[in-house]
């Protein structure tokens, strides 16, 4: 796409919403993700063009992606860069340049563009920023290579690029129509900081050296998702770095500690209370949201997925004949409820066989179609206890044999500075050598957009049990309902609305509560965890294969046609963007 392309688009069709995000994932070849965050933030994107709104997507280039992993035969994770080269996939726009200054010196940034093409003809351009340009500061050309990769400094230089370049870019492509600046996380939050400046009165205007900070316009024009209760997620930066990089160069150091936090810059507090709206990721994320900020009025949007992206060709083709209108209308996959039992049964075959032959060639073990097998795939994390259903390995010996046999597939990367989601990833390669002859358990290396479509599509159970109120929504979930696969999941984020028991799938452990209180819950779990596998899921797989079926059409008719970017996008469009 040329200049004169984008700015015809840009023309016909003013964009009003700018989504701000520090990861995009909008396909496997594109390494600017690294987990949920950006998945969902490529899935919104998608729904959005599907729908044709007026929206343009921001973010980092990355020319060395987040990482390649590998993992040794004792599951010790190393780290390679990714080798990509961003013009197979994206097209520079030569003759924009866009100037941020970081800690005294000018970065010149280039903007790079993608495409994204609907389904029902709009397209949404995402701008990836890149500061690895000839004329910038050796040090300065690095900024934009690693997605969460260097130190405090590195990532507050880069969430400048992010939220203040991000602002400068859409002036520089004469975007003067936003009437929403979407921070999809704290990361992006320093827009609000730019916003401040450009808004800013005169004195004559105001007589007030105060009031020249025009805050009520900058929140009429934000608008925050937070997406973790986990205290990590949120970016913290002491003010003696805040100094140092953005000195004052946007806006004096009080006027940010009005906004951002008296101690420290809270990019979260930041983004609250320059937002006109913010909403949590599911309901339970909401009232968690509200107890963390309590000053706050806090609302809720579920996440979803893009119908299309998630589901595989077999389900694709079985979709395209029976619900005609599902590419275009995610609602009405609810009618996979009059679907054969038997076509859902080829389909979900081939899937699975498509993973059992993957799984072949990476690890050389074979695993056989007729066993249960049940998959986790996610982000090494400690509180996503990955690890949890290897509690007591008699116990699950005892299931396999006496009850029913079963299979593991797991897959998930850690973040190269998190040790202890390094040696989750390792006991569950000592679980695996302890149950071996018993209990086939494989772990996947390199968790990615392709292996998630192939690993949650193909297991016949998706199983999912963080330490709760961690899980503010979860998102691979979904991805499973929309090929027929039930959740077994702990009641936290989207599962607490959408299991049905029995019905779309199983619960693990207590029935949500209001209470936050923060106690180790991992023997009940696991006690909850072996008696429905035990009591429910292992006999009703092997023994009432209709009632298995059923189970696998109400997880798309229940939950697919819910848990989508379609319904999400249209929530964000009439609750918050144009309220
Ligand atoms: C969907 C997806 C995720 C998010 O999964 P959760 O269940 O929300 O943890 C993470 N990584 C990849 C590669 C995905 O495709």
């Known amino acids: ?120 003809g709009g397209t949404i351009p995402v701008f990836f920023l890149d500061s690895d340009l000839p004329e910038n500061h050796p040090d300065d050309r690095r900024l934009t290579w690693h997605l969460y990769g260097g130190d405090q400094r590195y990532r507050l230089a880069q969430e400048i690029i992010l939220g203040i370049g991000g602002v400068r870019l859409l002036r520089e492509l004469h975007i003067h129509t936003i009437q929403n600046y979407h921070m999809n996380e704290g990361h992006a939050a320093l827009l609000t900081i730019e916003l401040l400046r450009v808004h800013k009165r005169s004195i004559q205007e105001t007589w007030d050296a105060e009031h020249v900070w025009d805050y009520y316009h900058v929140r009429y024009l934000c608008v925050f998702t937070t997406h973790t209760p986990v205290p990590a997620g949120h970016d913290r930066f002491p003010y003696g770095l805040v100094d140092e990089m953005l000195r004052s160069d946007y806006v004096p150091r009080e006027t940010i500690e009005k906004v951002a936090g008296s101690h420290e810059l809270n990019m979260t507090q930041l983004a609250l209370n320059l937002s006109r709206y913010t909403n949590a990721v599911s309901k339970k994320h909401c009232e968690v949201s509200r107890r963390m900020f309590p000053n706050y009025d806090i609302k809720s949007v579920t996440n979803g997925v893009h119908s299309v992206t998630w589901t595989t060709p077999e389900f694709q083709a079985l979709y395209d004949r029976h619900i005609p209108d599902w590419r275009q209308d995610s609602f009405m996959l609810r009618n996979a409820i009059a679907i054969p039992d038997a076509e859902i049964v080829i389909a979900h075959r081939a899937a699975k066989e498509r993973l059992l032959a993957l799984v072949q060639k990476r690890t050389g073990i074979v695993l056989d179609p007729e066993i249960l097998t049940i998959g986790f795939a996610r982000r090494s994390a400690t509180y996503k206890r990955a690890d949890l259903v290897f509690h007591d390995l008699e116990r699950l010996r005892r299931i396999a044999r006496d009850v029913g046999k079963m299979q593991f597939v797991f897959a998930g990367k850690a973040h190269p500075r998190d040790q202890p989601g390094k040696d989750l990833i390792k006991h569950i390669i ?89 106690v180790d819950e991992s023997d009940a779990d696991a006690e909850s965890l072996y008696e429905k596998l035990e009591q429910k899921i292992v006999p009703t797989y092997y023994g009432q294969q209709d009632r298995w079926v059923d189970t696998m059409k109400y997880a798309i008719s229940f939950n697919a046609s819910f848990f989508n970017t379609y319904r999400m996008i249209l929530e964000y469009y009439s609750n918050i963007y144009f309220l």
Request: charge should be negative; proline fraction near 7%; aromatic fraction near 8%.
């Open 1 to 120: 796409m040329d200049n004169p392309n984008i700015r015809n688009m840009l023309i016909e069709r003013p964009p009003k919403i700018a989504y701000f995000s520090m990861e995009i994932g909008l396909r496997n070849d594109l390494p600017t993700y690294s987990g949920g965050l950006g998945v969902l933030a490529g899935d919104t994107i998608k729904a959005a063009a599907d729908l044709g709104l007026p929206l343009v997507a921001i973010t980092l280039l990355y020319r060395k992606g987040y990482f390649r992993q590998q993992l040794d035969l004792n599951g010790s994770q190393s780290e390679k860069p990714v080798d990509w080269n961003p013009a197979d996939l994206l097209t520079e726009l030569d003759g924009i340049t866009v100037r941020v200054t970081i800690a005294g010196r000018e970065v010149a940034l280039r903007p790079w563009v993608y495409p994204v093409r609907g389904a029902t």
């Open 430 to 518: 000592d679980a695996a050598r302890g149950l071996a002859g018993d209990i086939p358990v494989v772990y996947l290396e390199e968790y990615n957009m392709d292996l998630g479509l192939l690993v949650t599509t193909g297991v016949d159970l998706w199983l999912n049990n963080p330490d709760r109120p961690h899980e503010a929504s979860g998102t691979s979930g979904m991805k499973a309902a929309h090929n027929g696969v039930p959740n077994f999941s702990v009641l936290d984020g989207w599962w607490i609305e959408g299991y049905i028991e029995g019905i779309t799938g199983w619960a693990i452990g207590r029935k949500p509560d209001d209470s936050d209180l923060h």
